[in-house]
């Protein structure tokens, strides 16, 4: 049924013969993504930067930009996706499975595909009914479901080529994240923390479909980790790794972040509970473990842990590490050595109360900020984070990490324990965010000193920020609001150079930019949505977070 409807509106837009030459993506291509003029993956590159090498855009003109072309989807719910562009073939998802094919420098429509959607997919779906993207591979454009399928594309046509499942619909499982190739093969993680769906990264043979290796992220009996949880506990232990890795082809080694334990209460798990809120090092050929760090030990706040993490070099106390960086939900900023996990610094970007420091090279929790049936305690940050899933970028030009930072708190309390029943929340803990008492703002961008973690800069808003950033050779960083303005700050200062007029939605897009016949875009989804206005309590019905428009629209712009 997809591949017919796909398969018609390619023909009403005017059929492959139409299309523009389609060039190959090869695992050479992506190893050297960095360099290319399109924007071939969900983060730009392997190492997951954010950063673009284009400079046509820059501080002395950037107050130039206009809109080039947009798109409009007719859908209302959260718009996270990043536009992925190879040469003039420009790809982006929307809510509920949709995958617009376009001309990356003029915005005419090549083909449009919707997944069908078995409807029991969506009752186990968290926070709203997203898609963050595509990869690319060949000739193919691969896209994960919210049924928990991989399905690949024609990428010249939108024809099916194949579509394989992971887990049933509805219970417990989903993927919203975008896939990621390495070494011809389609990795990807899966979401359902909420539901006590035990977490698993998979990868695919990029031709065929056939599932070539599975690694669970909570420890068996027997495995290593696997006394961290009590008897029988991994089985719905959550910790599902539901965001785009990183990858390092110097060492052949994958990075991927693994989400909160299930239920949400510690005090019915306690331990470690490997590898909960944790980047785990995997050889992408075999998933097999080469070692972890665990940002959350005994998570009972969900902190996750899924959030990116980024490579880079930090010189730290005189010493240089080949490091990997991440902004953490619990409020921490982390550097820890890309080789073997070991922590190098970690420095609070956000108000925190719950995580109070490092010990030997671990987080140390406050006892009294651990919530119980009979506790509520007033936390910070709140469930939502210091940052939430929306990706930092940074900038080897200014060595800093741009940060969307959330300034929330939360009470929180332990309920009386239900028993797991596959496809219904696991949570056994209520919550309600409020605001962070040292601040009257919810929202604010920053900028770190990627050497010592350190905060350079801060624009501060009183709505939530919740758009990636996205920094450039220009001298640019780029991210949007929630009040639905794309804006272009210095990357060195935080000055705003260039606001857009107001856009129709807030933007929880990620952006990327390319090059089309030596000029140069930026695109951008703007469509507020996801957990935020679910979940958000105050923060959610403040009157200036509650009028803000929905709506998705694609806006791409140039000089």
Known sequence: MGAVLAAALCLMTGG??????????????????????????????????????????????VSRLKVAFDYTSGLSQGHEAAPIVN?????????????????????????????????????????DVVNRGVALYGDLVYMGTLGNHIVALDARTGKVRWDTGLAPPGVGYFISGAPLIVNGRVIIGDGGGEYGARGFIVALDARTGKIEWKTYTTAAPGTPGGDSWPKGAYKTGGGNPWITGTYDASTNTLFWGVGNPGPWLATLRPGANLYTDSVLALNPDTGQLKWYYQWTPNDTW????????????????????????HADRNGWFYAIDRHDGKLIYAEPFVHVTSIVGMKNGIAEDDPAMRPGVDKQVFTCPSFLGG???????????????????????????????????AGLAFLDETFEVKH??????????????LNTGKQIWQHATHLPWSGATMATAGGLM???????????????????LWTSPELSSGIIGVPTTYEVDGKQYVAVWAGWGGAGPIWGGQMANDPAVKTIPRGGHLYVFTL
């Open 16 to 61: 492959a013969d139409a299309a523009p030459n389609y060039r190959a993506v090869t695992t050479g291509r992506l190893v050297h993504a960095q360099n290319d003029p399109g924007w071939l993956m969900y983060r730009r590159n392997y190492a997951s930067t954010g950063y673009a090498p284009f400079d046509q855009i820059n501080t002395g003109n």
């Open 87 to 127: 040469g003039r073939y420009m790809f982006v998802t929307t809510p509920m499975d949709h995958l617009i094919a376009m001309d990356a420098a003029t915005g005419k429509v090549l083909w449009k595909y919707d997944y069908p959607i078995d409807r029991k997919a969506l009752k186990t779906v968290c926070c």
């Open 478 to 496: 780029f991210s949007g609001s929630t009040d639905g303005h794309f804006m272009a700050f210095d990357a060195k200062t935080g000055r705003v």
């Open 387 to 421: 940052k939430n899933w929306w990706p930092i970028s940074i900038d080897p030009q200014t060595h800093m990490a741009y940060i969307p930072t959330q300034h929330a708190c939360m009470d929180i309390k332990g309920a009386a324990p239900v028993a797991y029943k």
């Open 302 to 325: 969900d902190y996750d842990g899924a959030n990116e993490t980024v490579m880079t070099d930090v010189d730290y106390l005189g010493k240089t590490h080949e490091a990997l960086v």
């Open 436 to 449: 962070d008492p040292t601040t009257s703002d919810w929202g604010s961008v920053q900028a770190v000193d």
